[in-house]
T-cell receptor, first 114, second 111 residues
Framework: GAGVSQSPSNKVTEKGKDVELRCDPISGHTALYWYRQRLGQGLEFLIYFQGNSAPDKSGLPSDRFSAERTGESVSTLTIQRTQQEDSAVYLC????????????FGSGTRLTVV | RKEVEQDPGPFNVPEGATVAFNCTYSNSASQSFFWYRQDCRKEPKLLMSVYSSGNEDGRFTAQLNRASQYISLLIRDSKLSDSATYLCVVILGSATNKLIFGTGTLLAVQP
């Protein structure tokens, strides 16, 4: 498709389990971002990938969170030993290198930790 | 001080009204600016970029004031369908292209 695709759209997991979230960016987009949005709150920056540069991981809340991206393709966000406070919508956005035309978001993965 | 600050609102306005939102940013090195719109339980969608000279798209006008480090969004002739949260977004530029979001301003257009 032409947009940013995220999967799964919904995920319910038990506390302590690991989860993996996937983001397929728009083809050719060099920049990819992950954000977290808790219910009724703003977007919280997690991590940013730009081409083959080292990612900006400054927003990852703990070492239970990690993300990978190979080149300019798919990215995965992994949360290990999930906690209830990890429940949120995880949003991925991609954009061109200059960013002058803004960034496009996927519809997100709604994660619920029970 | 937050990197990007917005009045959370809500702004309750009647249909047809003109409403303006402001957003301030703390880093003078910021290079790119956008307004996004987010509907309830949906992902943010790009509304418009903000250019140095100001720009207009139909009923929407965006302006940038670098000296005072704020951007604004003006909505004329408000429609019910304009009800949403409006997010101010800043790209720091230079060493990083990290997107920084404000917490958003909630607009409710009343019939």
């Amino acid at each position: 498709g032409a947009g940013v695709s995220q999967s799964p759209s919904n995920k319910v997991t038990e506390k302590g389990k690991d989860v993996e979230l996937r983001c397929d960016p728009i083809s050719g987009h060099t920049a990819l971002y992950w954000y977290r949005q808790r219910l009724g709150q703003g977007l919280e920056f997690l991590i940013y990938f730009q081409g083959n540069s080292a990612p900006d991981k400054s927003g990852l809340p703990s070492d239970r969170f990690s993300a990978e991206r190979t080149g300019e393709s798919v990215s995965t966000l992994t949360i290990q030993r999930t906690q209830q406070e990890d429940s949120a919508v995880y949003l991925c956005a991609s954009g061109g290198q200059a960013g002058n035309y803004g960034y496009t978001f996927g519809s997100g993965t709604r994660l619920t930790v029970v | 001080r937050k990197e990007v600050e917005q009045d959370p609102g809500p702004f309750n306005v009647p249909e047809g009204a003109t409403v303006a939102f402001n957003c301030t940013y703390s880093n003078s090195a910021s290079q790119s600016f956008f307004w996004y719109r987010q509907d309830c339980r949906k992902e943010p969608k790009l509304l418009m970029s903000v250019y140095s000279s100001g720009n207009e798209d139909g009923r929407f006008t965006a302006q940038l004031n670098r000296a005072s480090q704020y951007i604004s969004l003006l909505i004329r002739d408000s429609k019910l369908s304009d009800s949403a949260t409006y997010l101010c977004v800043v790209i720091l530029g230079s060493a990083t292209n990290k997107l920084i979001f404000g917490t958003g301003t909630l607009l409710a257009v009343q019939p």
